[in-house]
C-alpha cells in the first residue's frame, strides 16, 4: 500500500470533491467541499489540506489547522486534525491510520510535541479509531461540545 497526500489543484479537484463517507457517517465529518468552505472562510485558523492517494488514486481528505495560536475553545492547536474523510468504499483498510502516522510525523519534524484532534461521540463514529491509534483524552471539550484527545509526539 503506497499512500501519499497531494495538493488539491485545478487537475485533481473534481476526483477529490468526489469522496464521501457514507451518508450515516456525515454527521461525524461532513463533505470535503464543507471543508475547503471552511478552509476558506478561517483562514486564521491555518487551514493545511491535501489529497490523500493510495496507488496512485484519490482515496481521501485530510486537514490540519498548522502551527495555529490556541483560542479554546474555538481554535484548538497549534497542531490540530479539523478533518479525516476516507471514501466510503475504501475504508477499514488502514488508510486512515496511514494519513494519521504521516501527518504525526510531518509536524513532529516541525517540532509538534502532541497532535490534538476532536470527534463528535455517537455509534458509528470515529471514537474507536482514534482510541486504536493512541490518542488519550484530553478532558476538554471544543465550542461544538466535541470531544478533544491528543496523541503525544515524541522528539527524538
Ligand atoms: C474514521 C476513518 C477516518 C477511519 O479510517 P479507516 O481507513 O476506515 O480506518 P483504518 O482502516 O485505518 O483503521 C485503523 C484501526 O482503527 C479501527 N477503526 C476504524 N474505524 C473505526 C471506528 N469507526 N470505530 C472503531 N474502530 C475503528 C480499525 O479496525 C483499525 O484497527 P486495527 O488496526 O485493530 O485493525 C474513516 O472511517 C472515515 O472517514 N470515517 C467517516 C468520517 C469520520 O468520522 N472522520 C473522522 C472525524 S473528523
Not at 496507488?55 to 495555529?68: A, K
Not at 486534525?81 to 477499514?92: A, T, V
Not at 483524552?137 to 478533544?148: F, K, L, M, Q, Y
Amino acid at each position: 500500500m503506497h499512500v501519499e497526500l497531494v495538493d488539491v489543484d485545478d487537475r485533481n479537484l473534481g476526483a477529490v470533491l468526489a469522496i464521501a463517507v457514507a451518508p450515516q457517517q456525515r454527521r461525524f465529518v461532513g463533505t470535503v467541499s464543507e471543508a475547503l468552505a471552511d478552509a476558506a472562510a478561517y483562514p486564521h485558523a491555518k487551514p493545511w489540506y491535501r489529497a490523500v492517494y493510495a496507488d496512485g488514486e484519490p482515496i481521501g481528505f485530510v486537514m490540519l489547522s498548522w502551527d495555529v495560536e490556541p483560542q479554546p475553545p474555538e481554535i484548538i492547536g497549534p497542531w490540530f486534525l479539523w478533518k479525516l474523510i476516507i471514501d466510503e468504499s475504501r475504508q477499514r483498510r488502514g488508510y486512515g491510520a496511514k494519513v494519521v502516522e504521516l501527518v504525526a510525523d510531518l509536524v513532529r519534524r516541525e517540532g509538534a510535541s502532541e497532535l490534538l484532534t476532536s470527534y463528535v461521540e455517537g455509534d458509528g463514529g470515529p471514537a474507536g479509531f482514534y482510541e486504536r491509534l493512541g490518542f488519550e483524552p484530553t478532558g476538554e471539550v471544543d465550542a461544538d461540545g466535541e470531544i478533544i484527545v491528543r496523541l503525544p509526539l515524541h522528539q527524538d
